[in-house]
């Protein structure tokens, strides 16, 4: 079993910055992929800012560059820093995890529980 726990988040006035950390836990895993989400209210979840275990990135047109994700693959850690802030990023942000099981060989997904980002006008 894999623990994705997220950090960061809050309240923050536009144009102000914030920095997201999250973190898997557990044994017997290697990471493929994390990556976070965010989900407005009435709104779909949509991708912000991925990084492969080999350093690739993507980010959504929206936060080019404004945000920047980066990961470290031992300490499967993954962060997001973001700059410039919009009403618009106002969103719960959620941590996302692909890993491979050393155990089974098989792929599976984890999520983190979710942060609030509040950006004020």
């Known amino acids: 079993q894999v623990q994705v726990v997220e950090s960061g988040g809050g309240l923050v006035q536009a144009g102000g910055s914030l920095r997201l950390s999250c973190v898997a836990s557990g044994s017997l895993f290697s990471i493929n992929v994390m990556g976070w989400y965010r989900q407005a209210p009435g709104k779909q979840r949509e991708l912000v800012a991925s990084i492969t275990s080999g350093g690739t990135t993507a980010y959504a047109d929206s936060v080019k560059g404004r945000f920047t994700i980066s990961g470290d693959n031992a300490k499967k850690l993954v962060s997001l820093q973001m700059n410039s802030l919009e009403p618009e990023d106002t969103a719960v942000y959620y941590c996302?995890?692909?890993?491979?099981?050393?155990?089974?060989?098989?792929?599976?997904?984890?999520w983190g529980q979710g942060t609030q980002v509040t950006v004020s006008p």
């Open positions: 996302h995890v692909n890993i491979n099981s050393r155990s089974t060989y098989r792929t599976y997904d984890y």
